[in-house]
T-cell receptor, first 115, second 111 residues
Framework: GAVVSQHPSRVICKSGTSVKIECRSLDFQATTMFWYRQFPKQSLMLMATSNEGSKATYEQGVEKDKFLINHASLTLSTLTVTSAHPEDSSFYIC???????????FGPGTRLTVT | QQQVKQSPQSLIVQKGGIPIINCAYENTAFDYFPWYQQFPGKGPALLIAIRPDVSEKKEGRFTISFNKSAKQFSLHIMDSQPGDSATYFCAANQAGTALIFGKGTTLSVSS
């Protein structure tokens, strides 16, 4: 149990376009979902926390107008990278949590390449 | 973000060896300490986790040692295999908050 999926697994887009990444909890209801970003050979950096039905909370230094997060249901959160630029190229990983537990279940990640 | 400091950055051991990865934390409110394994291009996978009411936990070849007074915890991999070659991350949080990750340790197990 506690499976999280992400779609797409990889995406290539042109500079200036927007890209949407979906994160789904497949077998549980996720009251909270998290979005992390990982550059090559680096750790996971928390970008934002989203609770179902409310606005996401962004970490310091993360542009909320650039990284739009929507958590419309207990099984789906989306991250939209708006007006993407090459520096946004990264590995984006979501995770989901049940209630206020400690455990987070991670998705397989989405590789974004902006050309 | 509260920090979780991880060392070493990289580690090379021979097959059968016992690599040890260490982490230290600052926030005494943390009450959950997991270790994740990540292969290139994949998401992190939970290996084992411990809570501060125990000093050691074993699952298969993986053992966590926890020292609450020193605010440190470590991962030991017994009888390491080439298939264990991956990046390992420690993390910590308190219930209701996001996991904070260490910087990671790249482990290479030679055959």
């Amino acid at each position: 149990g506690a499976v999280v999926s992400q779609h797409p697994s990889r995406v290539i887009c042109k500079s200036g376009t927007s890209v949407k990444i979906e994160c789904r909890s497949l077998d549980f209801q996720a009251t909270t979902m998290f979005w992390y970003r990982q550059f090559p050979k680096q750790s996971l950096m928390l970008m934002a926390t989203s609770n179902e039905g409310s606005k996401a909370t962004y970490e310091q230094g993360v542009e909320k107008d650039k990284f739009l997060i929507n958590h419309a249901s207990l099984t789906l959160s989306t991250l939209t990278v708006t007006s993407a630029h090459p520096e946004d190229s990264s590995f984006y990983i979501c995770s989901a949590r049940k209630d206020r537990a400690n455990e987070q279940y991670f998705g397989p990640g989405t590789r974004l390449t902006v050309t | 973000q509260q920090q979780v400091k991880q060392s070493p950055q990289s580690l090379i051991v021979q097959k059968g060896g016992i690599p040890i990865i260490n982490c230290a934390y600052e926030n005494t409110a943390f009450d959950y300490f997991p270790w994740y394994q990540q292969f290139p291009g994949k998401g992190p996978a939970l290996l084992i986790a411990i809570r501060p009411d125990v000093s050691e936990k074993k699952e298969g070849r993986f053992t966590i040692s926890f020292n609450k007074s020193a605010k440190q915890f470590s991962l030991h991999i017994m009888d390491s295999q080439p298939g264990d070659s991956a990046t390992y991350f420690c993390a910590a949080n308190q219930a209701g908050t996001a996991l904070i990750f260490g910087k990671g340790t790249t482990l290479s197990v030679s055959s």
